[in-house]
């Protein structure tokens, strides 16, 4: 994020957990990238008026894949990111945004890892301008000691007004060791805005998955379904429909390929 990391015992900035931004990261994991990687911001900055898509993949292997993102959406633009991260002993995309006057940023995310691997979304989304809206959509999937997590900041200004900034946040753990953590923070000093977020951890619904069987959909099925279901919720708001659908195959192949 946009804070300073700590220094390591070299004398150079490295991340530690007293950074909240790092607290349930793999710090093990993070000691084997090289501290210039810290610094290693791409710039995406989208002009008044104009609009801008990506959709990122983090399916590598190795210790750690770290992409850090600064966003800056100039007034009337839109700015819509959406991801799947599946990568790697930790796994971890940040985005630091700045919205002009009614603009709009569109985030969807989805972790998903079993092992003992830890993906994790870091977002801090800054509201400077009024009239300006942001969505952030983040699903979680994860098995054996897995862990997925989403920490998203938005911040309202003073002179911010008729801000619409929202998050929402849910973790599906398919076994008792693996967690999710979710950590919505607000600052808003802004009277006129809406500012809302949600955020919900279980395991899958027994009932839905009785009224499938009831109707002969078998147990493996029931769970693809309701896993797809969950999944998609990301990436609704992804307009281009070949992209919609390889993200959610991407995730999916991922839990077809743990065998669960």
């Known amino acids: 994020m946009a804070t300073q990391p700590s220094p390591d015992q ?7 957990r007293r950074d909240e931004a790092w607290r349930y990261s793999d710090m093990d994991a993070l000691a084997t990238l090289d501290v210039g ?3 290693d911001w791409r710039d995406i900055d989208v002009a ?4 801008f898509t990506e959709c990122l993949v983090l399916d590598g292997e190795g210790a750690a894949e770290l992409r850090r993102f600064r966003i800056h959406i100039g007034d009337g633009g839109t700015c819509a990111m959406f991801a799947v991260n599946a990568a790697a002993q930790l796994g971890r995309i940040e985005m630091v945004v700045q919205l002009g006057d009614g603009a709009h940023f569109e985030f969807g995310g989805v972790t998903l890892g079993g092992g003992d691997t830890t993906r994790e979304f870091v977002t801090r989304v800054a509201h400077e301008k009024p009239n300006a809206t942001s969505n952030q959509v983040v699903r979680a999937v994860h098995w054996d000691k897995g862990t997925g997590n989403f920490l998203g ?11 619409d900034a929202a998050q929402s946040f ?6 008792k060791g693996a967690s999710a953590n979710a950590v919505p923070q607000l600052e808003i000093y802004a009277d006129d805005v809406k500012c809302a977020h949600g955020a919900a951890v279980g395991q899958l619904d027994e009932m839905a998955r ?7 959909i078998t147990p493996e099925t029931a769970k693809k379904l309701l896993v797809r279901a969950f999944l998609a919720d990301a990436f609704v708001a992804l307009d281009d429909e070949a992209e919609r659908d390889r993200m959610l195959e991407t995730a ?9």
């Not at 070299?10 to 530690?16: H, K, N, Q, R, W």
């Not at 849910?170 to 076994?175: S, T």
């Open 10 to 16: 070299s004398g150079a900035p490295f991340p530690t």
């Open 37 to 39: 990687r810290f610094d």
């Open 48 to 51: 008044a008026g104009e609009s």
């Open 153 to 163: 900041r938005i911040d309202v200004v003073r002179d911010a007004q008729k801000t």
């Open 170 to 175: 849910k973790g599906l753990l398919m076994n």
């Open 210 to 216: 009785y009224y499938m069987a009831a109707r002969g």
């Open 252 to 260: 999916l192949t991922a839990l077809e390929e743990a065998k669960l």
